[in-house]
């Protein structure tokens, strides 16, 4: 794993995550998005095995929903290559973007 796989995982699960774990999981599942999937994975199974809100009357009161929800949407884009892995096919590091795109004017319509 390479210093910027290394650093695209971290900005995906965050820089609290061990890089040693991290290392020995992109050995095994060999691209930066099967890790960063897996990690999030485990992290939205732990937050799903405990009760998503406490509260203490009068007290305080604290809600785990939105992480919950924020989890999923995280894994979602993932799963849809969003954003761009430095390991993932197709992915360059040099400018050889090669597509065209165009662009139709059309008149406006007189009132």
Request: hydrophobic share 45%; aromatic share 4%.
């Amino acid at each position: 794993m390479d210093a910027a796989v290394k650093a695209w995982i971290l900005a995906q699960v965050g820089e609290s995550t061990a890089v040693a774990d991290l290392e020995t999981r992109y050995a095994r599942l060999g691209t930066a998005r099967a890790v960063a999937l897996e990690v999030l994975r485990g992290r939205l199974a732990a937050f799903l095995q405990q009760p998503a809100t406490v509260n203490v009357s009068s007290v305080v009161g604290v809600g785990f929903g939105e992480n919950i929800k924020g989890l999923e949407r995280k894994i979602a884009n993932l799963e849809d290559g969003i954003p761009a892995a430095p390991d993932d096919p197709g992915t360059s590091t040099g400018d050889t973007d090669t597509t065209l795109g165009m662009v139709f004017l059309r008149e406006r319509p007189r009132r």
